[in-house]
Nanobody
Framework: QVQLVESGGGLVQPGGSLRLSCAAS????????MRWYRQAPGKERELVAS????????NYADSVKGRFTISRDNDKNTVYLQMNSLKPEDTAMYYC????????WGQGTQVTVSS
């Protein structure tokens, strides 16, 4: 079955960096577009970034452009989200996502940006 396991979240000061990872299994990772979403308390879940199956095409929410970078390693079945210049408004639970007839989600990893 499809499994997505996120890791790498934590507490970081404004201006700091974190690298999130999502380990995938149970499907053909190398043929799947992968996405990162986030959800802050009291807010709707929003798409942060996506990456095509071969990694040649990426898209970002306007709020993270120039600060976040999505990448993938198809040999390791893992997608990453490098987050730089973090702001308090980036505080949220971050989720990995894939569409395989239905949407699959990981359990999430918490990112807190605070001084």
């Amino acid at each position: 079955q499809v499994q997505l396991v996120e890791s790498g979240g934590g507490l970081v000061q404004p201006g700091g960096s974190l690298r999130l990872s999502c380990a995938a299994s149970g499907f053909t990772f190398s043929s799947s577009t992968m996405r990162w979403y986030r959800q802050a308390p009291g807010k709707e879940r929003e798409l942060v970034a996506s990456i095509s199956s071969a990694g040649g095409s990426t898209n970002y929410a306007d709020s993270v452009k120039g600060r976040f970078t999505i990448s993938r390693d198809n040999d390791k079945n893992t997608v990453y989200l490098q987050m730089n210049s973090l702001k308090p408004e980036d505080t949220a639970m971050y989720y990995c996502n894939v569409w395989r007839a239905v949407y699959y989600w990981g359990q999430g990893t918490q990112v807190t940006v605070s001084s």
